[in-house]
C-alpha cells in the first residue's frame, strides 16, 4: 500500500505540473521528467495482490495516467508549436537578409525571332 500511495501522490503532483502554464518551461519540463522517472521506479514497486482499498486506488490510477496523458500530448503540441513558429521565423529572417537568394533561374526562354 506504500508504493501504491507515493504512486498516487507523485501522479497528482505531476498533473499539478502540467496544468501550470506560467514560469519557466524548461524548468517545468525538467520537473516532469523527475516525476516521471519517480513514478517509474514506483511503478516496478508495485506488486499484488491487491487488497480492496488498493484496488479501488488502483482504478483511481487509472484515471489519472489518463489525464496525465492527456495533459503530456498537450504540452507536446505546445511545444511542436513554437518548432514551427521559430522555424519560419527563421527563414523570414532568412529572406529579409538575403531577398535574392531563393530567385529559381529555371525556365527562362529566349525568344530569338528578331
Not at 505540473?17 to 516532469?32: F, H, N, S
Amino acid at each position: 500500500m506504500e508504493a501504491l500511495q507515493t504512486f498516487y501522490e507523485a501522479t497528482n503532483e505531476l498533473i499539478q505540473v502540467l496544468q501550470q502554464d506560467e514560469g519557466d518551461r524548461d524548468a517545468r519540463i525538467e520537473q516532469i521528467q523527475v516525476l516521471l522517472n519517480q513514478r517509474e521506479d514506483l511503478l516496478k514497486s508495485i506488486q499484488p495482490p491487491f487488497s480492496e482499498p488498493e484496488e479501488a486506488l488502483g482504478k483511481q490510477l487509472v484515471q489519472l495516467n489518463q489525464q496525465v496523458e492527456q495533459l503530456l500530448q498537450k504540452q507536446k503540441r505546445e511545444i511542436q508549436q513554437d518548432i514551427k513558429k521559430l522555424s519560419l521565423q527563421k527563414k523570414s529572417n532568412q529572406k529579409y537578409t538575403n531577398p535574392y537568394e531563393s530567385l529559381a533561374t529555371d525556365g527562362v526562354f529566349y525568344d530569338k525571332r528578331n
